[in-house]
Every structure is written in structure tokens, then in C-alpha cells.
Nanobody, 126 residues
Framework: QVQLVESGGGLVQAGGSLRLSCAASGRTFSNSAMGWFRQTPGKEREFVAAISWSGGRLYYADSVKGRFTISRDNAKNTVYLQMNSLKPEDTAVYYC???????????????????WGKGTLVTVSS
């Protein structure tokens, strides 16, 4: 059974940093794209960042470029999201995702994620 388990969420003041981790189990994702999405109540889940299987291609939402960094450790089947200069508008439940095959990125949207974690809450206070 495939599982993606996020950790590292919490409460932080504006301007602070958090590092999210997502550990995958049940299959290896070393040949798959992985990424992060977020959602706030009443809004659609939105793309945050993604990384290709090799780490050679990185994708970011405009709202987080220059502040967030995605990385992965294929030996540990884990993907990370380093979040710096956090803003209150970054408050959301953050979900880890992984693709089982191909994917595409167009106009700020990332398609192809097949597996999802249950999410971790990030709250940024002003």
C-alpha cells in the first residue's frame, strides 16, 4: 500500500521558516516526479512546487518563487519543502503528491499526480 506521510508543519511567525518533509512508502518514487500542493478552506487545492525524478527540473508557483525550495532524497524516498520568509497568506494545509508516470506543467498548473498524503497544517501568524 502506497503511503505519503507529511511532517514539519506548525505555527510560525511571519518572516520565519519551516521545513516540510514527505516520506513515501509502499513503492519507490525515485523515477517519479513529486511535489507539494496546498489548500485553504473554501478554495481549490493549488500547486506549490514540484521536482522531477532526478531533481534536474524544478517547478514553482509564482507566489512562492524565491522563498520556497523543493528538494528530494531518492535514497530515502523523501521529498522536502524548505519555506522561508513565510507570509500569513501561506497559511494552508500542505499536501505531498507523487506521480506514477508522466506529468505536465502549464500555466501554473501541474498535472499527473496520482498519490496524495493526508496533509500537514502550516499556520503563519502576522
Amino acid at each position: 500500500q502506497v503511503q505519503l506521510v507529511e511532517s514539519g508543519g506548525g505555527l510560525v511567525q511571519a518572516g520565519g521558516s519551516l521545513r516540510l518533509s514527505c516520506a513515501a512508502s509502499g513503492r519507490t518514487f525515485s523515477n517519479s516526479a513529486m511535489g507539494w500542493f496546498r489548500q485553504t478552506p473554501g478554495k481549490e487545492r493549488e500547486f506549490v512546487a514540484a521536482i522531477s525524478w532526478s531533481g534536474g527540473r524544478l517547478y514553482y508557483a509564482d507566489s512562492v518563487k524565491g522563498r520556497f525550495t523543493i528538494s528530494r532524497d531518492n535514497a530515502k524516498n523523501t521529498v522536502y519543502l524548505q519555506m522561508n520568509s513565510l507570509k500569513p497568506e501561506d497559511t494552508a494545509v500542505y499536501y505531498c503528491a507523487a506521480a506514477s508516470g508522466g506529468y505536465s506543467y502549464t500555466q501554473g498548473r501541474f498535472y499527473g499526480m496520482d498519490y496524495w498524503g493526508k496533509g500537514t497544517l502550516v499556520t503563519v501568524s502576522s
